[in-house]
């Protein structure tokens, strides 16, 4: 059964940066896409980044371009999410998931495992 587990969150300024961590178990972390989701109070679950199983093709959601960046190590079943110049706005609860496929999506519906989440809280 394969489990994801995150690390990283935490509270923080706005302008500082965080690197979120997952980590992948019960599985090879090679035959699977990864993705970053988030969750706000009383919002939708929305897509941030994702990347392909050998990281030759990464998404990201408009609000994080340029700011947020998806890598991943599979050699320690591990995707990262650099997250630089934080603001208030990126204030969630930060999912790791994880889709058994070549190809990286950025709906919901489509990932299969998902771990408990990580909450970031930016302040102003």
């Known amino acids: 059964q394969v489990q994801l587990v995150e690390s990283g969150g935490g509270p923080v300024q706005a302008g500082d940066s965080l690197r979120l961590s997952c980590v992948l178990s019960?599985?090879?972390?090679?035959?699977?896409?990864m993705a970053w989701f988030r969750q706000a109070p009383d919002e939708e679950r929305d897509f941030v980044s994702g990347?392909?199983?050998?990281?030759?093709?990464?998404l990201y959601s408009d609000s994080v371009k340029g700011r947020f960046t998806i890598s991943r190590d599979n050699s320690k079943n591990t995707v990262y999410l650099q997250k630089n110049n934080l603001t208030p706005g990126d204030t969630a609860t930060y999912f790791c998931?994880?889709?058994?496929?070549?190809?990286?999506?950025?709906?919901?519906?489509?990932?299969?495992?998902w771990g408990q989440g990580t909450q970031v809280t930016v302040s102003s």
């Open positions: 998931a994880a889709l058994y496929s070549v190809v990286v999506v950025t709906g919901i519906e489509d990932y299969g495992y």
């Open positions: 990347i392909t199983w050998n990281g030759d093709r990464t």
């Open positions: 019960g599985g090879t972390s090679v035959s699977y896409s």
